[in-house]
């Protein structure tokens, strides 16, 4: 069984907008390339999925763009390349490597989890809020920017249930940023799981 993997950048205040944290750098890029590497597939929703293709889509020139600085390629290769799942209601249609999941997503999503392979990933705000309302994800991993942003979407706001949470790694990057993973304690999880 695969296991599914929350992972996202977060302000200190527990901002979780694309924007309100520190920019990216080489470090952090060079992070998430490997993180995203791990995963046999990305699971996105349709804001994060169009976010990102809109971003790290390799032209069909296939050469990257001139903003993009050398040592964001990794990255955007890695993005790129990768299998992706879209769980939308209102796309009719997911390319960039990518399908839609149809139907109810709690059993969508474990339907992926039962298949074998090394794990999925999952991005974003509204799809990962409703993942851990099923105790679909195994694993949390917050990259903790050194910021208070003051304002915007917050991490898991609107969450049922409490999920008491296990540190299980972390790491320290030179920017003063800090990514922590966790998984649900085994005596503490209390969000409702599917039958």
């Not at 046999?40 to 804001?47: E, Q």
């Not at 304002?151 to 049922?160: I, S, V």
Request: aromatic share 10%; charged share 25%; proline share 6%.
């Amino acid at each position: 069984m695969r296991s599914l993997r929350y992972s996202i950048n977060v302000t200190l205040d527990g901002c979780v907008h694309h924007e309100a944290g520190s920019p990216p750098d080489e470090e952090s890029m060079r992070y998430w390339a490997t993180e995203m590497a791990r995963a046999d597939a990305l699971l996105f929703g349709r804001v994060t999925y169009e976010m990102m293709e809109s971003a790290w889509r390799k032209p069909i020139t296939g050469t990257w763009p001139d903003w993009m600085e050398e040592w964001e390629i990794p990255f955007a290769e890695t993005i790129d390349r990768a299998k992706k799942y879209v769980v939308s209601s209102t796309l009719s249609r997911a390319d960039w490597n990518a399908e839609l999941l149809q139907g109810d997503v709690g059993p969508a999503v474990q339907r992926l989890k039962q298949e074998p392979g090394e794990g999925l990933w999952v991005g974003g705000v509204t799809l990962p809020l409703a993942l851990a309302d099923l105790g679909l994800i195994d694993e949390y991993e917050f990259l903790v920017q050194p910021v208070v942003a003051g304002h915007g979407p917050t991490l898991l706001a609107g969450l049922r249930d409490r999920i008491q949470l296990a540190l299980v790694g972390r790491h320290e990057f030179r920017s003063g940023a800090v990514a922590l993973r966790y998984r649900p304690a085994a005596d503490g999880f209390s969000a409702g799981r599917l039958p």
